[in-house]
């Protein structure tokens, strides 16, 4: 079995998160916010708290992009390779993602969760999460962004 290593997100690595996002069913991109620009701006912006595990053969497979507006982090794009699910990954990604954030005074976490990601939902559960008692609202200021789910009506 490979040995998993959590590293730091580079802006080198865009090209293979985002074969990895592509691989993953019901994952949500945005036209605009997960182009390679706006990843790479995002990581500038964030430059030690995403991140990615790594095969010994250097492929990724996890990723998670972590940032924060100096207030509170938010977690975006959790995902493991379906391969390699069940091994500690996620919760590794998100540890090392936490201590960066606490390192830098950050003493809230939040993330999105679609619904209808059972996957998703079961694994924040898991690890200690709870669901939020407030109201997501959101509003779109360029209608160029619009979200695709992988795998879904393709």
Known sequence: ???I?????AEADYDDVRALWMT?????????DDSRED????IRRN????????????????SILCGSDGRQGALYHVCVAREYRRRGIGTRMVGYCMERLREMGI???SLIAFASND???AFWRQIGWKQSDVNYYEFVLNQDNITRFIGEDQ
């Open 24 to 32: 993953i069913h019901g994952f949500g991109i945005r036209a605009l």
């Open 47 to 62: 430059p030690t708290t995403s991140v990615v595990a790594r095969t010994e053969g250097g492929r990724i497979v996890g």
């Open 107 to 109: 003493n809230k976490v």
């Open 119 to 121: 996957a998703g939902n």
């Open 1 to 3: 079995m490979d040995e």
């Open 39 to 42: 990843v790479v701006r995002f």
């Open 5 to 9: 290593q959590i590293l730091p997100m």
